[in-house]
């Protein structure tokens, strides 16, 4: 597979998503800049650069980015928090990676969520143009980050590759995610065909595995990048049927355990 001919932009890089993609982009002696607000933990790999930044430090990020031709951005506030705690790196660094996106010709992969439609209910289907229906202010933010894809493309053709991201961790570790797993290698072979991929307009993609039990999302554009998940959560199925919160509420929705959180009884 082709590498990039400009540098990549991974914002985030510091967090669980951001040290696993570091690992395997880097192992393709990719061109990395590696920026998060916190300090890298591991060995920065070869070809690639770590910067401390702050996502509310639009000079900085600016800077960051010039001269790269994709921007990874798995930066800012990850779950639900108080909207003064998601506002400013969720919904003002928005504008500075769209801005730095369009400066640089340069595409962005953002790393959006299910968080973004949580209120639709598990016993319905949706696809990726039914009505977004955020769960909290992080689901919220991730709407005006999936919104300003949109506006940048329409607008300044900026290219977008917004993944809802399910739930990317290591292994499942309840039922819900028997549904909404992503593994680490499906999601890094996304990331990487979104870098590589001739052109992706504004696509929209569900970030699962391919899990049998997910069966609440479909109908998205991943043949324009040439993504398809390789593995499952089905072999934990035995184990983690029965791992259900007991919370009918919870039960009901797709977002899980965030439809709950700080919600008026
Ligand atoms: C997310 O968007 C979060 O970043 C992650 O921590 C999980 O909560 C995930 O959604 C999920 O819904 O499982």
Not at 63 to 86: K, N, Q, Y
Not at 91 to 105: C, K, M, Q, S
Not at 167 to 173: D, L, V
Request: aromatic share 10%.
């Amino acid at each position: 597979m082709s590498r990039p001919s400009r540098p990549v932009l991974l914002t985030g890089a510091s967090g669980a998503l951001g040290r696993m993609l570091t690992r395997a982009l880097g192992a393709k002696g990719w061109t990395l800049r590696l920026t998060d607000i916190a300090p890298f933990p591991d060995q920065i790999p070869d070809g690639a650069s770590f910067e401390a930044a702050d996502l509310v430090d639009r000079d900085a990020v600016l800077r960051l980015a010039e001269g790269c031709g994709t921007i990874l951005h798995f930066g800012g506030v990850s779950v639900e928090r108080p909207f003064d705690e998601v506002v400013g790196p969720n919904i003002g660094g928005l504008y500075t990676v769209y801005e730095a996106a369009r400066r640089n010709r340069a595409r962005v992969l953002f790393a959006s969520s299910n968080h973004t439609i949580g209120f639709h209910e598990r016993a319905t289907t949706i696809d990726s143009e039914s009505p977004f229906r955020p769960d909290g202010y992080y689901g919220a933010s991730k709407v005006w980050g999936e919104m300003m894809g949109q506006l940048y493309w329409h607008k300044h053709g900026v290219e977008s590759v917004l993944v809802r991201i399910g739930s990317s961790f290591p292994k499942p570790i309840d039922a819900r995610m028997l549904a909404t797993w992503l593994s680490y290698g499906d999601l890094a072979r996304l990331c990487e065909r979104a870098v590589v991929a001739e052109t992706t307009g504004c696509a929209v993609i569900w970030g699962t595995s391919r899990n049998s039990r997910m069966t609440w999302w479909t109908g998205d554009d991943r043949d324009r990048i040439g993504w398809e998940p390789q593995d499952s959560a089905d072999d934990f199925i035995v184990e983690l049927a029965g791992a259900t919160s007991g919370d009918p509420f919870v039960e009901r929705y797709q977002g899980g355990a965030y439809v709950a959180l700080d919600r008026s009884a």
